[in-house]
């Protein structure tokens, strides 16, 4: 009897408890993992659905750019008679850069700034500066924000860049006395953002059969 007492006191039937304590500690540990997977799902999920709006607002902005640029070139032809740049030819730039979107902003803004080009009622719009970029000379092909010299220097070309950091595209059709092969034909001027994907295809007109692009213009 004294030694089934003393059994109780000491503990002896606890390695029963340990088990049960073990198998408590293993599903708590099948619960951990759980909850981490669950979290890594969600932040996927999260960061998808972040990524989608980014991209529907980036293609928002674009459409509302060249909406505002469209509306600020019929001003401008209803003043002067013609689209800006309608003397520009493609010469001897590749189909994919050429650009005159420089002219198109010279028109645009007149005075205000640069100064000494412009329509009579310019300017016409006025587009955000910390969105005007000039051509960075340090490194070729790249953009940078352009300074104040910059934008009162009518000398230096002035592009006006879309959400993905990419320069506007502008080309006048309607002032041609036959039309070019490198015109889109769409309207008497096309205006584009080349999108998200950083490549120039609208200028090569509509996609063939099978074949889609991401260009925002004014078509």
Do not use: H
Not at 85 to 114: H, I, M, R, T
Not at 189 to 204: H, K, M, R, T, V
Request: glycine letters at 6%; a negative charge; one cysteine or more.
């Amino acid at each position: 009897m004294f030694r089934n007492f003393f059994t109780c006191l000491t503990g002896a039937n606890r390695p029963s408890s340990s088990r049960s304590s073990s198998s408590r500690s293993g599903f708590t540990l099948i619960e951990l993992m759980i909850v981490v997977a669950i979290i890594g799902v969600l932040s996927t999920l999260v960061t998808k659905m972040i990524q989608m709006a980014q991209a529907r607002s980036f293609e928002a902005n674009a459409k509302s750019d060249i909406s505002t640029m469209s509306t600020a070139l019929e001003a401008y032809i209803r003043d002067m008679g013609v689209y800006p740049a309608w003397e520009e030819k493609l010469g001897a730039q590749d189909l994919e850069e050429f650009n005159s979107f420089p002219v198109l902003y010279e028109n645009l803004q007149g005075d205000n700034p640069p100064e000494g080009k412009g329509g009579k009622g310019a300017p016409y719009s006025e587009l955000a500066a910390d969105s005007i970029a000039v051509l960075d000379e340090d490194n070729d092909g790249f953009y940078k924000r352009a300074s104040r010299d910059d934008l009162f220097d009518p000398d230096v070309e002035k592009y006006y860049l879309d959400p993905w950091s990419e320069p506007y595209f502008y080309r006048e059709n309607a002032s041609k006395r036959r039309k070019e092969d490198w015109m889109l034909k769409r309207r008497k001027y096309d205006l584009w953002s080349i999108g998200p994907d950083g490549e120039n295809q609208a200028c090569f007109g509509y996609p063939e059969e099978d074949e889609e692009y991401d260009d925002i213009g004014n078509w």
